[in-house]
């Protein structure tokens, strides 16, 4: 478990360790939460843009995943092309999948807007189980490889 | 020929969100063009334009981040569709690119670019929301300079170290610098006016090209300022910065060749095409919550089982026979579940009892004395907006309600329109008050093939039963020694009487005409009676689904033919029952009669309920009963599964 002021912190070095390795994450509002976003090519080769954030859960006191991704005009893309071309879950995969279990659609805390996100009650045990040296590379090393963020070689987690 | 990346705007709902929040409380009908501000990343690779990028925080300047540059722009946000259009006209379009074009001409003409190099770039947005329907259109423009006219471009290797130019663009953010060959070291763009050979300097521009053999677009503006400001010049060398990556470009151009008189500003180019996008579902209320509702039953899909057929239920038509209290939760749960299409056919209306226990009525409902199924559908509708509810008040003609010959006209009315409602809708929710009104749709679902499912509750016990599919005569063929009795060979509701149902509330003192129970019990039979269709839809074929208790039938489990409560003990059984040739409701020779003389046959009934235990030979059954000792094999007509 992670307490707010805690996160805060780590969300700040690891911003600024992203930074260092070319990748545009940035505080937002006073450092509640961190974005990142970035262009995507779906299967059918449209170009849609990737609008990713780290936000902190009170309720379970760790981080969690929120995100969406847009068409050009600001349109979100359906939830079929997320769930095939961006998580890559095939359809007949087991429906015990643990992301098929976690991924839920409400209303972004902030922007108000329905974004997705990965329910953060795994988090806790997940994160018990990796030896961390940076709380927040860690935990997206595992959450953020489910949306194809791939972390810079540097900062890769073993 | 030198190339440059052309720009393509990436708006995201939060963008139109914002634009909505301010048009409505902010801006109102002022169209003047209000500031916006996009941050360009200087990481992207992947795409084929640089992206311009706007979200709801674009409204405010940011306060910079060394992998991105800023640019400043207008949004001018038209109120009409029409003018608009009038200012995207080949004539407007041109006009406005002729005035950006003139000030970042200034800009260069007047040298105010070496102090505030972020003035030559710049972007005008024209858009029209429409906040009613939740409609965009839009058109970016990003003016670039044709000047000098036809550049060359020539792409050595790097002549210098990135990681030093980024490390200063970080500390200053400075989107166009010189980095000096001679003391290698980066130099403020106000430095270039003092040079003399385009060799001895570099020109840096963050640049948020994706290409690497190409710079964007924001480069050609500054060596439009480098042409002009050194006009002996017919060279110089760019690099175009980016997070990693970048490259060196040396522009090469006729010398003098453009002598352009100061006055005369060079032509320029930068419209994007018209997008146009439709929001309404992520900001019409309505369309909200239907795609909320729809998302969330994907949801369901996706984590339980993706071979769920939630069309089933979202195509399906759902006829209640009775809005009482078992009608009302049941259509809360099939609603729950994306059934759109519910019909509920009550002919009373509602009492001040009513409303503490039906979940679709209110108390003004009974102060106003409003029908139970009007109010039941009003009740939905605003649940629900996109739910298609229908009311209708009718009198279901129960055996032994005696009818006036005056009153036969009606009869046949009433007959033909509940038959019409059961044609036309795919399943019949029996929900009615008494036992007797529970005939007559009892015998229709069953010559239609409709699944019919009755429930009804006493005190403290509830029984929910979904009645054999078709006629019987049709499906004996079937093998009967499986476990599982097939769909078609399930008795109904009335099935186990040996005797036709009469008028049970005509003998009767008040205190027992009034249904009393344990004011949960209707809650969970419905829920039950709910859950049960839920599952039989899912069976791979539902109008054959088996009475089996095997959880893998069917992808949600289980589907009982019985499902039979005891609140006291807080027990339930799921006996399964065959069809009675004999029955009074779905027996063969009833289908029969009631297809030969339709409401005259139901007027028979209505006046004598005998005449049914006659048509299917109960009556005979019956004298019999004392003479003969039937063998009721217990392995034969009731499996207990």
Known sequence: ?158 | MATFVSFKTYLDTPFWREVNKRKLHEWKLDETPKPIFSQLSLCERNSDHCRLSLSHDSFKPSNGNPNEVSISGNLILYNTRESFKAAATTKSLEELMKTEATKIWDVITTKTWLQTPHLLSSFTIIAFADLKKFHYIYKTFIPSLKYPKNPEQEIPSLSTDESSLLTYYKRTLAPVFLFSKSSQEPLEIAHLESQVNPDDVLIVVADPSPNPSSAGRLVKNVVAAVAYLHSSWDHCNVISLRSSGSIEIKYSWPANADAVAQNVVPQCSGWEQHYSADLSKQFDPKIMMEEAVNLNLSLIKWRLNPDLKLERYSTLKVLILGAGTIGCNLARGIMAWGVRHISFVDNSFVSYSNPVRQSLSKFEDARKGRGKAETAVDALKEIFPSVQAFGYQLTVPMPGHTIDEKDEEQLEKDVRQLEDLIKNHDVVFLALDSREARWLPTVMASIHRKIAISVAIGFDTYVIIRHGIGLRKDSLSEDVNSEAVPYSQLSCYFCSDVTAPGNSTSDRTLDQQCTVSRSGLSMIASGFAVELLASILQHPDPLAAPASLDDNITLLGAVPHQIRGFLHRFQQIHPSVKRFEKCVACGDLIADRFQKNGWKFVRDVMNSPKHLEEVTGLDELQESVEAIDIDFDDDESVVSV
């Open chain 1, 1 to 158: 478990m992670l307490s707010e002021q805690k996160f805060r912190e780590e969300l700040q070095k690891f911003v600024e360790q992203m930074s260092q390795n070319k990748w545009n994450w940035q505080l937002k509002e006073n450092g509640k939460y961190a974005r990142e976003t970035h262009l995507e090519t779906l299967s059918s080769g449209k170009i849609v843009s990737a609008d990713i954030h780290i936000l902190y859960n009170s309720t379970y006191q760790v981080p969690t995943l929120w995100f969406n991704f847009f068409e050009n005009n600001g349109a979100p893309i359906p939830f079929e092309e997320v769930v095939r071309d961006i998580l890559k879950i095939p359809e007949s995969e087991e429906s015990d999948s643990s992301l098929r279990q976690r991924i839920s659609h409400y209303e972004h805390p902030i922007l108000g807007v329905l974004y997705y996100n990965i329910h953060p009650c795994n988090t806790e045990k997940i994160m018990k189980e990796l030896k961390t040296d940076s709380y927040l590379i860690s935990w997206l090393s595992v959450y953020g490889q489910q949306l194809g963020l791939r972390l810079p070689d540097s900062l890769k987690v073993h």
